[in-house]
């Protein structure tokens, strides 16, 4: 493991290979669930007590792990220390990114920013914990920008909120 040669092609990780799920230590757990899931609309699939709860989107036994087993009462790390930058939360469709767009402002949530990297359309804000987190949508491969020998040129320009906003809102069921 200590080996400094880059990876060969032999040695690549598979390319079905996801990230599953991400696990945040937080400062009030109740404080974290009231913003995960009633503004972003997670479910709640566990809760241990007053420490820790697994929440997740569509039933898949968690994608977010919440716990105070570090942290609770604690304050967020200091700016200029390293740590996690953001959790990027991938929404199927341009109208459920649009669903949560509008979801942040009836909660009064405050965007940090909002790009197109031509690749995906993004929101960025912070949790209560001022945890970064993305909420984003990918376009379909075949629509990324790329240069002219096929390269990949990913950008960051300005998302158009307004656009976003026109999207239908989602059928409730």
Known sequence: MSSTLPPSAAQAIH??????????????????????CDVLGFQLMQRYGAQAAFISAGGYHHHIGLNTWESRGGSPPAPGSTGLYHTAILYPTRPALADALRRLIAAGVPLDGASDHGVSEALYLRDPDQNGVELYRDRPESDWPRDAEGHLKMVTERLDLHGLLAEPPLATA
């Open 15 to 36: 390319p079905g290979t996801r990230i599953g799920h991400v696990h945040l230590k937080v400062a009030d757990l109740d404080r974290a669930l009231r913003f995960y």
